[in-house]
């Protein structure tokens, strides 16, 4: 203890507590503050923009389930619009397969009563022609046969011969 | 045989001076130079007790070396040589001495001739004595009482010293240093430039890992400049005993003392009324008035010897560590004169090259240590609780 009071120089600790003082002062001053307030400002600055990032993920995200959700909305509704078309287009089919058959029917129809009548009328007129032919050949064949004096004779004979036979 | 190996190392020096240039590039060269450091460092601690007592053994004259080195010096000198006639010179430069005896009394260091004249001033006469200064006769006899004590008068000295002058050039480059990087977060977009990006992670160390957890997140930014400034200014000074100038400012009572004095104020000045009840009244509710009666008489005591205790443990851990630190490192170097062999000097050396790599560590460890127990002081005075239960 004698030997440290000893070695105190009272000169050196003024000088260190003037030069120190001063120095702290300075530094206070000129250093520490500027540079605890830099890092703090870049710290907030960070924890900003790092809350700034989160956030800008959080929209990315919305947004992106939004379109999402628009894009299965568009799909459903492409895909709704395209079974609708089909249908429409079959029904269509069907409809005009359908239309086509009863015209066809109906035409068909009408092909056959119109070949019916005029089979009709044809056979008709064949009747009548045939009948009126008939006439003219039993005329001619008649109109043959009777012409000779023998010949009348002779079918009369031949009726009478029959009439024997009955 | 100490002047011979002394005479190497000069020869060695003034070699390496002239062709240092060219040989600089040789890995052996930058081993021989490194060598060299610690040669000029022994060198150095030579200069002036050869020319007091050049009969003495050689381990007197390492311990009177020791002592020498380990306390501030009037002058600033780097080293010194023998010459060939047996004469002494001194490279340095001289500090100016400032006395208050009857009056200012200013004068150059330079008229003491490193101790070895008297310097007559305004009449008087002044002598330099193992780094004091006292007031003699115009012969210089310094009067001696049984324990061998110097009996003469000291004139009050404030005197610009070696470790003042290290304290100033300390101040100066932490100065440049912090002021620089405090510039570069302006210039450059709040990141910091050059060597700023070393010293930026040790101040937000001392933030985030000294101040804020000992003293609390409310009031740690009134102590963090206190903090800053010590932490630094204990290293670089630590780090400066270690370079071969070898100033031993850190391990100096003064020092040591005017650092913890600082501590002290800080403390008690910013003392909470918590911080005031823990001393004055320590058991709080705890105990009823009439137990207290018996009890405090010797527990406030007790707490007030606490307050100055603390501090003073500060002092000297520093002054001890810095100056065993430098007594061992010393001492290692001067084993190497006393053995004088081929096995025991390098072993020496090598050991002493071990040692000044602890003593870096050292250097950092104490400045932490510093730092860390006034914030922890601090955290006690700033301390503040929402109810008295706490007590």
């Known amino acids: ?166 | 045989m100490l002047f011979s190996f002394y005479k190497n190392a000069v020869h060695l020096h003034r070699f390496l001076g002239t062709d240092r240039i060219r040989n600089m590039r040789t890995v052996f060269t930058k081993l021989l130079f490194a060598v060299l450091l610690v040669f000029s460092t022994s060198s150095f601690a030579l200069e002036t007790e050869v020319s007091d007592a050049p009969k003495k053994d050689l381990k007197t004259e390492i311990k009177e070396y020791i002592d020498h080195h380990l306390k501030d010096s009037h002058d600033f000198s780097l080293f010194s040589y023998t010459t060939d006639s047996g004469e002494h010179k001194y490279v340095g430069f001289p500090l100016p001495i400032i006395l208050w005896d009857n009056g200012l009394k200013v004068f150059s260091s330079s008229k003491f001739h490193h101790g070895e004249t008297v310097a007559e001033v305004d009449g008087n006469h002044y002598k330099l004595y193992h780094s004091k200064i006292y007031k003699t006769d115009a012969s210089g006899t310094i009067n001696y009482d049984e324990n061998h004590h110097a009996t003469n008068s000291k004139p009050i000295d404030f005197s610009i010293t070696k470790s003042v002058v290290m304290i100033f050039i300390t101040g100066l480059l932490m100065f440049l240093l912090f002021g620089g990087l405090a510039k570069s977060y302006a210039k450059n977009g709040g990141i910091p430039t050059g060597v700023g990006r070393f010293f930026e992670p040790i101040v937000l160390y001392i933030r985030d890992d000294i101040a804020r957890p000992n003293i609390g997140e409310k009031k740690y930014k009134r102590y963090m400049p206190y903090l800053l400034s010590i932490f630094f200014f204990i290293w670089f000074l630590n780090i400066f005993g270690l370079t071969p100038l070898g100033v031993n400012v850190t391990g100096n009572i003064a020092i040591t003392f005017a650092l913890a004095l600082l501590t002290f104020l800080f403390t008690n000045f910013t003392g909470t009324k918590d911080y005031w009840m823990h001393i004055f009244d320590p058991l709080g509710d705890t105990l009823p008035w009439y137990g207290k009666l018996f009890l405090y008489p010797i527990l406030i005591p007790i707490e007030l010897l606490g307050v100055v205790i603390k501090p003073f443990s500060l002092l000297i851990r520093l002054y001890a560590n810095m100056q065993a630190g430098h007594i061992v490192l010393m001492s290692l170097i001067g084993l190497m004169f006393l053995f004088k062999s081929w096995l025991g000097s390098p072993l020496s050396f090598g050991l002493a090259f071990a040692i000044s790599l602890i003593e870096v560590l050292v250097a950092l460890l104490q400045a932490y240590i510093f730092t860390m127990l006034s914030a922890l002081y601090f955290g006690f005075a700033a301390v503040e609780h929402d109810h008295a239960e706490a007590h």
Request: with cysteine.
């Open chain 1, 1 to 166: 203890m004698e030997k440290l009071l000893e070695e105190f120089s009272l000169g050196l600790f003024f000088w260190q507590c003037l030069l120190f003082g001063l120095l702290l002062f300075l530094l206070w001053k000129f250093a520490w503050k500027p540079i605890l307030n830099a890092v703090n400002d870049r710290e907030d600055g960070i924890k900003d923009a790092l809350a700034a990032a989160e956030n800008a993920k959080k929209e990315m995200q919305n947004v992106t389930a939004d379109s999402e959700r628009l894009l299965q909305e568009a799909r459903a509704e492409r895909e709704a619009m395209l079974k609708e078309a089909r249908e429409i287009k079959e029904k269509m089919i069907a409809d005009s397969k359908e239309q086509a058959k009863i015209e066809g029917d109906k035409m068909l129809k009408q092909a056959q009563a119109t070949i019916e009548s005029e089979k009709k009328a044809a056979v008709a007129d064949i009747k009548s022609q045939v009948a009126n032919l008939s006439v003219d050949i039993a005329e001619k064949v008649i109109k043959e046969q009777l012409s000779a004096k023998d010949k009348q004779l002779k079918l009369v004979e031949d009726m009478l011969g029959d009439i024997k036979l009955n």
